[in-house]
């Protein structure tokens, strides 16, 4: 989603209509989670570690490890 649709889509939460409103705030919770998982995968990627990545999302390292670690292609931990 470029950034022009995740901005209406942000926008769309004020929708008088309570429904339209909340449906927009789930698709907008699905793409911040989204993008949180890209930025986790590429600041990894660059070695980052675990005790960084938690504090840039302001959680506990085992708490982004536990929701971002998953396991390697070999069933290793990554």
Same mark, same amino acid.
């Given at each position: 989603?470029?950034? !022009?649709?995740?901005?209406?889509?942000? @926008?769309?939460?004020? !929708?008088? !209509?309570?429904?339209?409103? +909340?449906?927009? %705030? @789930?698709? %907008?919770?699905?793409? &911040? /989670?989204?993008? /949180?998982? %890209? +930025? &986790?995968? =590429?600041?990894?990627?660059?070695?980052?570690?675990?005790?960084?990545i938690a504090a840039a999302l302001g959680v506990s390292k085992?708490?982004?490890?536990?929701?971002? *670690? $998953?396991? $390697?292609? +070999? $069933? *290793? =931990?990554?």
């Open positions: 989603m470029d950034d !022009d649709a995740f901005t209406a889509l942000a @926008a769309a939460t004020d !929708d008088p !209509d309570p429904f339209h409103g +909340l449906e927009a %705030v @789930a698709a %907008v919770r699905t793409e &911040v /989670e989204r993008r /949180e998982a %890209v +930025l &986790v995968r =590429r600041a990894r990627n660059e070695g980052a570690s675990w005790a960084r085992q708490a982004a490890h536990k929701k971002h *670690g $998953g396991r $390697g292609l +070999l $069933g *290793g =931990r990554s």
